[in-house]
């Protein structure tokens, strides 16, 4: 079976401060994509980033950075120099190859306070 | 390009009532699905399209919901004789048929039809 948790329901920052949102998946599929995605308060879920089973090397994308771990099956998620803008609920995904569909986590909402 | 649009965004009705969603994926987008989001959850997966072809269906989706995509574009989804369990945040959520993989499974979603059964 598939899931996908999240054990922070919601984490509070101060402006500047770095924060790391957690992503523990499961599947028996070889062959799977994560993914985390921001919905802010006007609710339309933005694409963030993704990666695939296959490559474990973690990136940096401007403020964001990630760290997949299959080891852990783990794949967390940082903000660097977290901004108010930055409040928002984050969702970790999790899809398969011809599974047609996507799993998500219940997510973590974000506060970053001025 | 303009991204995934659904329509109404808000829709008020009264238990046994029959409401209708829209949603317009990106174009080109031949894959299509919906989810529905309920106060402190992610979205769970309710149907799938690919082109016109609905390829899966999730447990959720009772008798009373049916999806429809006739013309491989727009789609909509039905709920027939609504009950204050159908109120949630329905959304939509389209992606492309071609590229890499990881391009095919990367769902862009619109802002949603947020639904309340009185």
């Known amino acids: 079976a598939q899931k996908v948790t999240q054990a922070q329901t919601e984490i509070s920052v101060v402006e500047k401060e770095d924060v790391t949102l957690d992503c523990v998946y499961e599947?028996?599929?070889?062959?799977?994509?994560l993914f985390w995605y921001k919905q802010p308060p006007s609710g339309e879920l933005v694409f963030l980033i993704r990666?695939?089973?296959?490559?474990?090397q973690n990136e940096i994308s401007g403020r964001y950075s990630w760290n997949f771990q299959k080891s852990t099956s783990s794949f967390n998620f940082t903000i660097t120099a977290s901004q108010v803008v930055d409040s928002a609920v984050y969702f970790c995904?999790?899809?398969?190859?011809?599974?047609?569909?996507?799993?998500f986590g219940a997510g973590t909402r974000l506060f970053v306070k001025a | 390009d303009t991204g995934v649009s659904q329509n109404p965004r808000h829709k008020i009705t009264k238990r046994g009532q029959n409401v209708t969603f829209r949603c317009d994926p990106i174009?080109?987008?031949?894959?299509l699905y919906w989810y529905r989001q309920t106060l402190g959850q992610g979205p769970e997966f309710l149907t799938y399209f690919q082109n016109e072809a609905q390829l899966e269906k999730s447990r959720l989706l009772s008798d009373r919901f049916s999806a429809e995509r006739p013309k491989g574009s727009f789609s909509t989804l039905e709920i027939q004789r609504t009950e204050q369990g159908d109120s949630a945040m329905y959304l939509c959520?389209?992606?492309?048929?071609?590229?890499?993989?990881?391009?095919?499974?990367?769902?862009?979603f619109g802002p949603g039809t947020r639904l309340l059964v009185l």
């Open positions: 174009s080109e987008h031949n894959r």
């Open positions: 990666r695939n089973s296959f490559d474990e």
């Open positions: 995904a999790l899809s398969y190859t011809g599974g047609f569909k996507t799993i």
């Open positions: 599947t028996r599929d070889t062959t799977y994509y």
């Open positions: 959520a389209s992606s492309p048929g071609s590229g890499t993989s990881e391009d095919q499974e990367t769902q862009y």
